[in-house]
């Protein structure tokens, strides 16, 4: 019976042992490991709100440096952009009596304070040069005497200039002239001069018997004013070519712009009247076509120009013309809606075109006749399939970094919501670092990711349109977009309606455009 | 640190099956066994005078819903994997899960020659868990934030787990046929992790817009000698911790009481009723911190100025944007601004056992615990046949708050003055862990002279 005092002993070991050992099995608590799954994650990537303000300013005048867009008090919008400015400075014309050599037949002398054709000047103030008197003394006698010109004073005092020359001398000495003034009532200066032997007898310089012995030069004149009469007289006056540019890229389909208007601005501060002639005045096409301007605003393809009136104290003002065509007196809007790209012309000025004798005029030394055109859109329009291309630098940031060995796929949400009455259809290629398209973002080819909001009578938009689109990415093909650094976006804007109605732009009209994105993952 | 340990108490959590408490009905039913003087000090075996209690490990966990271990793990090869994936379907929308267990390391009892007074001092480490978590919370970590898009998560799950030593001593005294009992209990506790049950808000919106976030938080818990910080800096969460069942503190003490009695109405009837853990508590001072998230963040990814795009600045930053999210959940550790404390379970017990033949008894059990606001009831009556001098078997029919019907049974196994014994209040489920949402045993030994 001693099996059964054993037994009695080992059961209850055995059985504690047995319901015990589960509870010693530990190492299933330990250190559990999540089993594979699928999860879905989801978060927002960026957002961003276009002012339709900024984003017109940029695609309709990127490469221009002189444009603004104001906002008009109904929140229209008006672009501005000016051509660079042609002009023609008074400098100009004063280098054509910069000076002159003549001789002194007699004692009393005349000759002319300007030569240029058909003005007569009556005053000149001097800011620069010299005068020269060449004095040769052919007798045998020294002569000591005076030279005067009464019509060239300086702070009153009448120019004076005294002279010994011995026999056969030779003197040429340099004269300042800065501050000097030339008054002639018949633009005519006196040269007199006085000449005297040692025993007083008064005599004619000559180098020999009938051949004037002294000579007049004036040198590198420069005048701070003129002031006379200009008769009629033609000259050239403006000939220029502006680029009209109102996009870096390349432009594809049609826009209407509602009523441009280009203003041509000539500031003159001239003082004498001048008449500008239109001689040459066309656009170039974007197939290089010439387009003529033609307008009801040139009478006689001419126009004539404020002045500064001398007679009403106005030198040193400067006078403004405005000479504004529009679609009521020129073909402009037409013109312009064909999208041109340059416009070439040229002006020639013809001064005191009335013949008026009893105008005095001037000229400054800032004296100047400017020419500016600008051209202003008042952003009303459509437009169809208005096309836009850009190269963009690309950074994925974070996601750049993302461990994609564990993404299934990622499915990308673009939602916008527009203010504006402007659709947007959209297409981007993922660039290599050799330009090359790697992917795009749409498979089926451009979507519109931006729907033109509705538009009341006026074409102003009066709501908000929501679009939504989804992209999904198998993980390959997001791994392959992520590592890109350039995308090419190419863009056509359309306008309500497709392009079918004039729409206003409005300075407070804006788009948001945001992008959340779904990332699934496989955990294993 | 010891994550690990921890985390294994986690998943204890998460599998135990439903028990609102300690439920030992069929303890209860065993006056013979010496362990039963745990749940009422007023028993002792009867016509023995020395008792030694061995190990003693009972096991009692729940899950509020269907789910079972086998439905969260299962193998593959060497590893084991969680797949939340068969449970999230079966959670409720809040779920709660508890744990209790207890280790008596040993016990000496003693009574007097004249058998009218008993002497027991003991020696025991509890652990007392309990949590509940919204299904969201599984939901969102198992399948993501992409699937509940336009849905405010609630996720914050709350929490109240403590462990502790109990150091006992108890007196019985015997009037005629009636014993009564009390015992105090002095309270070391080693850990503790208490949600805050005013500020449990953890919340996640993802917009349908294009799923822009929204977080927010108004969470606060209490850890004494469980967590030491909580890092948000990176994309995830680390938790450093300490493990539950580390060394008991004397600053964190409490104390207890036991009472019970048990009356021999006849020669065949008996009846008992105990209470234990009576002014039960302990208060927290070792090591003691305040966890806090307190935030409202709203996350709608980069935000580009239309003008930089204009103007060709095109690159996204995603990396800064990131990391401020995890600013939302960053917990500031402080010292607690109220009382910290951790009330002890209030158990009841009562019964009766009716001895029908030398070999037949039956029984009948009650057990009520209350803890805050949770409650469990359970009533059960047991038929227990002695085999052999020192072999018995059990059964026993129960029903509590959660389930009507659960058939419990216990072997005993009595040679000489060892006692040895397994016994559950829930026979299908009590050993079967693996596929059950409740798990009930418990097993020990003793001798008893």
Redesign the interface.
């Known amino acids: 019976m001693h099996y059964k005092t054993l037994l ?2 080992l ?2 070991v055995l ?2 042992s047995f ?2 050992w ?2 010693c099995q ?26 339709l303000k ?2 017109m300013l ?1 695609v309709l005048s990127d490469s221009l440096s002189n444009d603004t867009i104001l906002v008009n008090p109904d929140g229209t919008m008006t672009l501005y952009y000016s051509g660079k400015v042609a002009e023609k400075p008074a400098t100009d014309i004063f280098k054509d009596f910069a000076g002159g050599l003549f001789p002194l037949t007699d004692t009393v002398s005349y000759g002319p304070i300007d030569n240029l054709p058909g003005v007569s000047v009556s005053r000149a103030d001097l800011s620069k040069g010299t005068i020269y008197f060449g004095i040769f003394n052919g007798s045998q006698d020294t002569l000591t005497g005076h030279i005067r010109i009464p019509q060239m004073t300086k702070d009153g005092n009448v120019f004076v200039y005294p002279f010994v020359a011995s026999p056969g001398a030779n003197n040429a000495t340099p004269i300042p002239v800065a501050g000097y003034i030339l008054q002639s009532n018949n633009n005519v200066l006196e040269f007199i001069y006085e000449a005297y032997k040692p025993t007083g007898e008064r005599v004619k310089v000559e180098i020999a018997p009938g051949f004037p012995g002294i000579f007049v030069q004036f040198e590198n004149l420069e005048f701070s004013y003129l002031q006379g009469y200009w008769a009629n007289q033609r000259y050239e006056l403006i000939r220029d070519t502006i680029e009209i540019d109102i996009n870096q890229t390349n432009l594809v389909g049609d826009v209407y712009i509602k009523n441009p208007q280009v203003t041509m601005r000539i500031a003159n501060s001239w003082g004498f009247p001048t008449r500008g002639v239109v001689k040459y005045l066309s656009f170039i096409g974007r197939n290089g076509e010439e387009i003529p301007l033609t307008s009801s605003v040139f009478v006689d393809s001419a126009v004539d120009f404020n002045y500064p009136s001398f007679a009403l104290g106005e030198v040193g003002q400067t006078k403004f013309t405005d000479i504004t065509l529009d679609e009521t007196n020129s073909n402009i809007a037409q013109i312009f809606n064909s999208q041109p790209t340059r416009l070439i012309y040229e002006v020639d000025g013809i001064s005191n075109a009335q013949n008026d004798q009893s105008i005095v005029g001037f000229l400054t030394d800032s004296s100047n006749i400017s020419l500016n055109m600008r051209v202003e859109l008042l952003l009303e329009g459509s437009a169809r399939n208005f096309g836009a291309e850009q190269t ?8 750049t970094d993302l461990d994609t060995s564990k993404l299934e796929s990622v499915e990308f ?1 673009i ?1 916008s919501e527009n203010g504006s009455p402007i659709s947007s259809n959209l297409q981007l290629y993922f660039l290599d670092e050799a330009g090359v398209a790697v992917d795009s973002l749409f498979d089926n080819g451009a979507q519109f990711i931006i729907r033109a909001a509705p538009v009341n009578s006026e074409g102003a938009a009066i709501g908000i349109t929501r679009t939504e689109h989804f992209v999904t990415m198998p993980a390959a093909r997001f791994e392959r977009v992520r590592q890109t650094k350039q995308a090419y976006l190419s863009t056509a804007f359309t306008t309500a309606q497709d392009g079918a109605v004039s729409v206003r732009l409005l300075a407070s009209d ?1 788009v948001t455009v ?5 990332a ?2 496989r955990f294993q | 640190m010891h994550i ?1 340990k921890y ?2 108490l986690l ?2 959590l998460f599998l135990a099956g439903e028990m609102t408490a300690q439920q030992e009905l069929m303890l209860s039913s065993m006056p013979d066994l010496w362990h039963s003087n745990s749940i009422n000090p007023a028993i002792f075996p009867a016509g023995k005078r020395f008792f030694i209690g061995g190990p003693a ?1 009972s ?1 009692d966990a729940a899950h509020s819903s269907k789910v079972a271990y086998g439905d969260v ?4 090869g060497t ?7 068969n449970v999230i379907n079966k959670l409720d929308p809040e779920n709660e899960v508890f744990f209790d267990q207890r280790i008596e390391t040993v016990s000496l009892g003693i009574r007097s020659k004249n058998d009218n007074w008993g002497l027991q001092i003991g020696h025991a480490i509890v652990t007392s868990g309990w949590g509940k978590y919204p299904k969201s919370l599984a939901e969102v970590l ?6 509940y ?1 336009g849905q405010t998560l609630e996720i914050g799950p709350q929490a109240d787990i403590f462990d502790w030593h109990e150091w006992s001593v108890g007196l019985s005294r015997r009037f005629g046929q009636l014993d009564i009992g009390a015992r105090f209990k002095y309270l070391t506790g080693a850990g503790s992790l208490q949600t805050d049950e005013n500020r449990t808000l953890m919340s996640i919106y ?2 349908p ?5 929204t977080l927010k938080t108004d969470y606060v818990f209490y850890s004494s000698s469980i967590v030491e910080a909580v890092d948000t800096a990176g994309y995830g969460y680390k938790f450093r911790t300490n493990s539950f069942g580390g060394q008991p503190s004397f600053q964190n003490t409490g104390m207890a009481f036991d009472v019970g009695f048990r009356a021999q109405l006849s020669e065949h009837l008996s009846i008992h009723a105990s209470a234990l853990n009576l002014g039960g508590s302990i208060e927290w001072k070792e090591n003691v911190s305040a966890f806090t998230s307190s935030n409202q963040y709203f ?14 600045s ?6 800064a944007k ?1 990391d401020t999210l995890n600013d939302i959940f960053q917990f500031e550790k402080s010292t607690p601004d109220r009382a910290f404390k951790s009330e002890l379970p209030l158990r009841i017990f009562a019964g009766g056992n009716y001895q029908l033949t030398e070999r037949w008894s039956l029984g009948f059990s009650a057990m009520y615990q209350s803890l805050a606001n949770r409650t469990n009831t359970a009533l059960g009556v047991s038929a227990r046949w002695q085999v052999l001098r ?1 072999v018995s078997l059990g059964g026993m029919y129960s029903a509590n708050s959660r389930t009507p019907g659960n058939l419990g049974f216990h ?1 005993l ?1 009595n ?2 003055p ?1 006692q ?1 014994y ?1 016994l559950s209040d829930n026979l299908l489920n009590g ?1 079967s ?1 693996k596929n059950s949402p409740a798990v009930n045993f418990r ?1 020990g ?1 003793a001798l008893v002279f």
């Open positions: 009695r002993s059961v209850p059985f504690v319901v015990a589960p509870a530990k190492n299933e608590f330990e250190d559990p490991e999540l089993a594979e799954r699928t999860s879905e994650f989801a978060f927002p990537l960026f957002s961003t709100t276009l002012n900024d984003l940029k963009l630098d690309l950074n994925f940031g974070g996601l949400k939602v804006n945001k992008m959340g994105i779904k699934k993952m | 690990s985390k294994s998943l204890c490990y096991l793990f299962r193998k593959d590893r084991t994997l969680i797949d939340l994936g198992w399948y993501g934030n992409a699937p898009i993802t917009d817009d294009i799923y822009q976030l996350y709608e990814g980069a935000n580009i100025p239309g003008i930089d795009i204009i103007n060709g095109d690159n996204l930053d995603f990396d990131l020192w072997l196994l040679p000489g060892l040895v397994v050993f862990a097993l030994g």
